[in-house]
Structures are given as C-alpha cells and as structure tokens.
C-alpha cells in the first residue's frame, strides 16, 4: 500500500522552483539582464545590530541551547506580541512560546502532535486541511503523518481565503480533521483573515476538535493596516488559545531569511507536547542566533523601514499594472498574484516572460494542487515576487506588459 510517508521519500511532490527551473532550462532568457522574481527571500537591508549581538553571545556556541529557548528570547517574543497586538494579549513566556527554525520547522513538526492528540475509529485516516494555494510544508507535514491532504481552494470568488461556511457542511472531513493550516496575510494571494473569519476559524477548531495552525509569517509587511493576528481574536474569547497556534518569524520581517529563527505561540498543551517532539527528533536554534533573534523583535526602526521600502514597490505596481492582469494591491505580503488565463494561463505564460522579457516568475499552478473535484486554483495565476530593489521591479513589470498587453 502506498503511503503519504512513502510518497514523501520516493519524492514524488517536487518543488515548486525545481519545477519552475526544469520548465524553463530549455529556453534562454528573452532579455538582459534577466530578473529572478520567484523566490520569497527579501533582499532589503537586514538590521546592523544582529553581528555585534552574535558576537556577544560567542560563549553560547559551546553550549547545547534548550529545545524549549532561552528565556531572553521567549521573553522578547512575548514583549513584541504585547506592543503588535495589544495588552490583552499576553502570552507566558514560559509555557506559550516555542522557539523554531523558522516557521517552516514549527509548521511541519506541528502536524505530529496534532494528530496525535485526536482519537479516530480504527482504520480511519486522519484529515489535515489546508488552504490551496499552499505553502509546501503543509503537504509535506500531512504526508508525513499519513494524514489525507484536504484542499481548500482560496480563489478571488470567495476573498482569497478557504470558505469556511463550505467547510462547515463537510461533515465527514471535520470528524477526521486533525488540523487546519491557514496562512494569512495569505501566500501568495495577500488576502488577509479579518477577527470574524480567525473567529469562525477558530470556532471550527475548537467544536471539532483540531487545531488551528495560523501561518502569519507575511504579517508585518503592509502597506497601510496591520492585519489581524490569531492571537488577538483568541485572547478575547473564554477559551483563550485552546486549539491555536499561530507561526510567525524574522525572515520577512525583518530580511533575515538565513537566520532561520522563528516561533509558534499560543496553546500550552500542545506546545508542550510539540517541544518534547522536538526534543526527540528536533533541532535547537544556535545560542548566538536566539540572543540576535530577541534584540531584533525588541526593536521596530528596521521593520517599518522595511513596510516603507515595500510600499514604494506596491506604487510602481499600482502605476504599471493598473487595470491589468486582475491586479490589486495585497493586504499584506510582498507577492503579486496576476491573472494571465487570457494569455495562455500561469505556465505558458511563464515560459513566455522568460523567452521574450527575461523575467522569471512562478506559475500558480506549481503553488496548489488539483483538489478532489478536478480544479486546481492556481492554474490561470503567476506569482511575482517583489524581492528586488525597486528600480529592478519597474523594469520587470514594464517588460510584462510590453510583451503581454
């Protein structure tokens, strides 16, 4: 019998950029120089502190660091989500923080302890549902667990977030559900969860008995309101984070990607059952990296610095794109998500940008999967991602137009 694990060591579910890369290996690029703009990993400045905070903390490289974090950046952590989210929401830096390795680390391992805590009837196979598009580790988190992988297609019909009223009538999914992967601001579409959606979410959640895993990892890049957060909506109910943990990291904030340091939040069982998961086949975050990790959430300059740079891109694209490609500015996040079913879809339409423009972009197509009724919802999409200086992205999107309008 095949799998998910199976499927996942035979490496059957490629990447994305593997896929973009193989798709267009046998093409030269249109035009020089050419531009990369499909990678998420930012590019502006990173704060000039984060050496001189290593350094410091040198004597931590010959100590093994605790799976569960220094306190000092548990407590930094802690501090930023009071001033981001208000003072009614405060979590114990104690037992409702869980440093990871970036999101991605604490997304994947997450799904174990999930479907370990919820009791199905024998031979039933648990259900991780996910918003599709996707961010890879979901997959491979409920392939992981040899949980069925749910797809719930975020489209401009229903606001770029899975319609949670649909989810509510799947009766038979929401028994097996062990968790739900949400992402918001969502990648790549930028459509940020406002407090009554996190709230039905969370509803869900909590009536079924899964957890809700929020991704919020694009929630400090925005060009005016700053997104809701899970935190904020749970903090207000009587059941505080039961049945939520929401994700978050350095690497867009504050354009350290390299860093790998990130954290998930909220329940203080589950986490705690997460961190002895970690203990066991986990890695610990470097000492160096966790004392720079609490000086850079202790400080706001560069992160709004960083929302700047972005908006001055968001500009461009609000001049050269106006009125094409269904393009709208994102609530939050630094991706657009262009409407290209009239030239072919999101794959020609990629090989066409590098044959003719030399500008590299991602087809949505290779971000979702075919769901269980035959659609994928990402395959009349590109996605561009706003990385570059913004000099670079003006060239790129004029070059876009030039060769597709």
Not at 50 to 78: D, F, H, Q, T, V
Not at 319 to 332: H, I, M, N, Q, S
């Given at each position: 019998?095949?799998?998910?694990?199976?499927?996942?060591?035979?490496?059957?579910?490629?990447?994305?950029?593997?896929?973009?890369?193989?798709?267009?290996?046998?093409?030269?690029?249109?035009?020089?120089?050419?531009?990369?703009?499909?990678?998420?990993?930012?590019?502006?400045?990173?704060?000039?502190?984060?050496?001189?905070?290593?350094?410091?903390?040198?004597?931590?490289?010959?100590?093994?660091?605790?799976?569960?974090?220094?306190?000092?950046?548990?407590?930094?952590?802690?501090?930023?989500?009071?001033?981001?989210?208000?003072?009614?929401?405060?979590?114990?830096?104690?037992?409702?923080?869980?440093?990871?390795?970036?999101?991605?680390?604490?997304?994947?391992?997450?799904?174990?302890?999930?479907?370990?805590?919820?009791?199905?009837d024998d031979g039933e196979?648990?259900?991780?549902?996910?918003?599709n598009p996707y961010y890879?580790?979901?997959?491979?988190?409920?392939?992981?667990?040899?949980?069925?992988?749910?797809?719930?297609?975020?489209?401009?019909?229903?606001?770029?977030?899975?319609?949670?009223?649909?989810?509510?009538?799947?009766?038979?999914?929401?028994?097996?559900?062990?968790?739900?992967?949400?992402?918001?601001?969502?990648?790549?579409?930028?459509?940020?969860?406002?407090?009554?959606?996190?709230?039905?979410?969370?509803?869900?959640?909590?009536?079924?008995?899964?957890?809700?895993?929020?991704?919020?990892?694009?929630?400090?890049?925005?060009?005016?309101?700053?997104?809701?957060?899970?935190?904020?909506?749970?903090?207000?109910?009587?059941?505080?984070?039961?049945?939520?943990?929401?994700?978050?990291?350095?690497?867009?904030?504050?354009?350290?990607?390299?860093?790998?340091?990130?954290?998930?939040?909220?329940?203080?069982?589950?986490?705690?059952?997460?961190?002895?998961?970690?203990?066991?086949?986990?890695?610990?975050?470097?000492?160096?990296?966790?004392?720079?990790?609490?000086?850079?959430?202790?400080?706001?300059?560069?992160?709004?610095?960083?929302?700047?740079?972005?908006?001055?891109?968001?500009?461009?694209?609000?001049?050269?794109?106006?009125?094409?490609?269904?393009?709208?500015?994102?609530?939050?996040?630094?991706?657009?998500?262009?409407?290209?079913?009239?030239?072919?879809?999101?794959?020609?339409?990629?090989?066409?940008?590098?044959?003719?423009?030399?500008?590299?972009?991602?087809?949505?197509?290779?971000?979702?999967?075919?769901?269980?009724?035959?659609?994928?919802?990402?395959?009349?999409?590109?996605?561009?991602?706003?990385?570059?200086?913004?000099?670079?992205?003006?060239?790129?999107?004029?070059?876009?137009?030039?060769?597709?309008?």
């Amino acid at each position: 019998m095949t799998t998910g694990l199976s499927q996942l060591a035979a490496g059957n579910f490629p990447y994305p950029f593997s896929r973009t890369r193989e798709l267009l290996s046998p093409f030269p690029a249109g035009m020089t120089p050419e531009i990369e703009l499909t990678l998420g990993e930012p590019r502006e400045t990173k704060p000039d502190f984060i050496i001189e905070a290593m350094r410091e903390a040198e004597p931590l490289l010959a100590k093994y660091p605790p799976i569960n974090g220094y306190l000092e950046l548990r407590a930094s952590i802690a501090a930023w989500v009071e001033r981001r989210y208000g003072s009614g929401v405060r979590l114990d830096a104690e037992t409702e923080i869980l440093p990871c390795n970036g999101s991605r680390e604490g997304l994947f391992f997450a799904a174990l302890p999930a479907v370990g805590r919820k009791v199905l009837d024998d031979g039933e196979q648990p259900a991780i549902l996910m918003c599709n598009p996707y961010y890879a580790a979901y997959i491979g988190a409920a392939l992981a667990t040899n949980s069925e992988p749910v797809y719930l297609n975020a489209t401009p019909e229903t606001g770029n977030l899975p319609d949670l009223e649909k989810l509510a009538g799947e009766k038979d999914i929401l028994r097996r559900a062990v968790a739900f992967y949400l992402c918001s601001p969502a990648n790549p579409q930028g459509a940020a969860a406002g407090a009554q959606y996190i709230a039905r979410a969370l509803e869900l959640a909590r009536r079924h008995d899964f957890m809700l895993l929020l991704d919020e990892c694009y929630s400090e890049i925005y060009s005016y309101s700053a997104p809701t957060g899970g935190l904020e909506v749970a903090a207000g109910t009587d059941r505080r984070f039961e049945n939520l943990v929401v994700f978050n990291s350095l690497s867009k904030r504050s354009n350290v990607p390299g860093f790998r340091s990130g954290f998930a939040a909220g329940d203080a069982t589950f986490l705690k059952k997460l961190a002895g998961i970690r203990n066991l086949i986990g890695p610990q975050m470097p000492g160096p990296t966790q004392m720079a990790s609490a000086a850079i959430w202790s400080e706001a300059t560069h992160a709004e610095s960083n929302r700047l740079a972005y908006k001055d891109k968001f500009d461009v694209c609000d001049e050269v794109l106006a009125g094409k490609f269904g393009y709208r500015r994102p609530d939050g996040g630094f991706f657009l998500w262009l409407d290209v079913a009239h030239f072919g879809g999101g794959v020609d339409t990629t090989v066409t940008l590098w044959k003719r423009a030399g500008v590299k972009v991602l087809p949505g197509a290779f971000l979702a999967q075919t769901d269980r009724f035959g659609k994928n919802p990402g395959e009349n999409f590109i996605r561009v991602a706003l990385v570059a200086d913004t000099g670079t992205i003006r060239t790129a999107l004029e070059r876009m137009v030039s060769v597709l309008v």
